[in-house]
Nanobody, 123 residues
């Protein structure tokens, strides 16, 4: 199983970015997926999650109302639309596959991880 995240970059505060994560997984639609991020010197933290059908989503309080997670099971891809970006959103963003049916915010409950894509928000 491979997950490849891309779409990061440098953006000014208030700007937008769309991250994508493509999975080489025939049963992609059977798994809950999540986005996490890790800033320098900090622990990896949950950002957003989406169930296998896309019917349920969850967000960290810090990104609610600004970020949107979605998925296209036909393309084996999950997205993270990030709007109104803040310097505090600067981090490496990772997509991951969950071992659980529901959305978990805990990193050890995810078994496969993408390589990460860097998002830098300048003030």
């Amino acid at each position: 199983v491979q997950l490849q995240a891309f779409g990061g970059g440098l953006v000014q505060a208030g700007g937008s970015l769309r991250l994508s994560c493509a999975a080489s997984l025939r049963t992609f639609s059977s798994y809950t997926l999540g986005w996490f991020r890790q800033a320098p010197g900090k622990e990896r933290e949950f950002v957003a999650g989406i169930t296998k059908s896309g019917g349920t989503t969850d967000y960290a309080d810090s990104v609610k109302g600004r970020f949107t997670i979605s998925r296209d099971n036909a393309k084996n891809t999950v997205y993270l639309q990030m709007n109104s970006l803040k310097p505090s959103d600067t981090a490496v963003y990772y997509c991951a596959r969950s071992r659980r049916w529901g959305i978990s915010t805990v990193p050890p409950t995810y078994d496969y991880w993408g390589q990460g894509t860097l998002v830098t928000v300048s003030s």
